[in-house]
């Protein structure tokens, strides 16, 4: 069978393949990206027209009736963090890997030592570096008080010795710090590069399902928040996680993307201390803490963040522009979203905001993605328009319609309890909602529902 060379151009965002170099990349439109070079063997025209059917040698592979499978010995390792086991669906899967990305100094080796300390206990952890010293991770590993002795330390980048490493101590727990400094030495490459970082995570990939070891890897993020590297990597893992949050900010989320044994929709919330990271048990509280009394333009919305139900103050401020066009500015909520809920407001309820600035600010760097939160953020801007605070204990959310109505959601019953147990006493929703909460016993808290946004506006800024 002839054989022959073709070179290819491969994008370092996207992994878009082109036999020749492009200064913009066709697929995802970034500027000089096409970095790398391969000499990739492809087989020739009429080789390739010829397809083998049955193998001569026999070889067949085992199968099973799904009825005889047994999961009942199915291993999850608990980390000792409870946020971080409510992101990975309970626990740490044996024979799962596990991509944590995040940007630089965001926590996510800390995150991953400070497990060491729990996991210790009982199970035996090796800790591969390619970006520290032994020293280095040792001082690190001091000021985050932890000193299990079944964690062992190995600083090395080549894929091979990692791996006959791994098979010959099989370690229970395997930690990759970091996927892009790995590499294998067959391939003709740098680290970092497409090739390396796809190979690498194929090799670990194959331990860990080969030898039944969990292995958790760390993955640089690029410009846009995403993995680098190609996006193939993030399909070949199991489970991907997101470190999210400003560095100049003291709070931490870590959000699943993907999870083979979970929801993706369940967040962990952590807290930037100076002897690592702590847990947040009551998010909502934390983001609630220091807010302002009888102060306009402020709102309390309730978002569901999988099955945990949080309370988040949005802040609103309108003022007469100085400039030709007003500005709109949104942070932590979505730009676009803001937009519609202004021209709904103009146009269903006479509040004219085409001559004035417009900010939306969500407290404590938390994003509202819920349509939930629409009826939140229309009464604080109505509230910073008219000048006239919402009182403390009330709380509200719904999705607004283009009509001006307000939508039933969600888990109304879970979001009503969270209310109560923080100490509100009225707590505005959408009339479809009252049905399914008559049979509740709310005493101490005060249910309204309205069913358009005037309505609403009545009942929160007159009270």
């Known amino acids: 069978m002839s054989l022959k060379t073709k070179d290819v151009y491969i994008c370092r965002e996207c992994a878009y393949e082109s036999p020749k170099w492009y200064g913009r990349c066709p697929g995802c439109g970034q500027w000089n990206t096409f970095e790398q070079k391969l000499t990739t063997p492809v087989m020739s025209s009429a080789a390739s027209t010829k397809k083998v059917l049955v193998d001569k040698t026999g070889k067949q592979g085992q199968f099973y009736q799904i009825n005889q499978v047994d999961i009942d010995d199915e291993i999850r390792f608990k980390t000792g963090v409870h946020e971080l086991d409510r992101v990975l669906g309970g626990g740490i899967v044996k024979g799962s890997l596990v991509l944590l990305g995040g940007d630089p100094g965001i926590g996510k080796s800390t995150l991953l030592l400070q497990i060491c300390q729990y996991l210790g206990k009982t199970l035996e952890i090796l800790y591969v570096s390619g970006e520290e010293s ?24 080549n894929v091979e010795i990692i791996a006959n490493t791994i098979v010959a101590n099989r370690p229970d727990i395997v930690m990759i710090d970091s996927i892009q400094t790995m590499s294998i030495d067959k391939i003709a490459s740098s ?6 970082v796809r190979e690498s995570t194929n090799a670990f990939l194959r331990i860990a399902k080969s030898e039944d070891i969990p292995i958790i890897i760390i993955g640089h993020v690029n410009k846009d928040g995403a993995i680098a590297g190609p996006k193939v990597l993030e399909h070949i ?7 999210e949050g400003e560095r100049n900010q003291s709070y931490r989320i870590l959000r699943a993307v993907k999870n083979r044994f979970g929801s993706t929709n369940e967040i962990g919330v952590f807290e930037m201390m100076d002897n690592g990271l702590e847990e947040v048990v009551n998010p909502s509280m934390m983001l609630l803490a220091g807010r302002p009394e009888n102060a306009c333009g402020t709102c309390v919305a309730c978002i569901m963040e999988g099955t945990r139900p949080m309370l988040a103050e949005v802040q609103a401020l309108v003022s007469k522009t100085a400039f030709g066009m007003p500005r709109r500015t949104v942070t932590g909520f979505d730009y676009n979203r803001m ?6 407001l103009e146009k269903r309820c006479g509040y004219f905001f085409s001559s004035l600035d417009a900010y939306v600010n969500v407290v404590g760097g938390l994003r509202l993605d819920e349509p939930a939160a629409d009826l939140s953020v229309a009464l604080a801007l109505i509230s910073s328009l008219r000048d006239k605070p919402i009182a403390k204990d009330v709380l509200a959310f719904g999705e607004i319609g283009l009509t001006g109505e307000v939508r039933n959601v969600s888990n109304i019953a879970a979001r009503v309890k969270e209310a109560q147990r923080l100490g509100f006493r009225r707590c505005i929703v959408p009339k479809q909602a009252l049905k399914s909460l008559k049979d509740l016993a709310l005493d101490d808290l005060d249910i309204v529902g309205v069913s358009s946004i005037k309505q609403a506006v009545l009942e929160a800024i007159s009270v």
Not at 339 to 344: F, N, P, R, S, T
């Open 191 to 196: 680290p970092g590069s497409i090739i390396q």
């Open 134 to 157: 032994i020293r280095q991770i040792k001082l690190r590993a001091n000021r985050l008080q932890v000193n299990s002795e079944n964690l062992y330390l190995l600083a090395n980048t």
């Open 237 to 243: 893992v199991d489970a991907v996680l997101h470190f």
């Open 339 to 344: 937009a519609l809920i202004l021209a709904v």
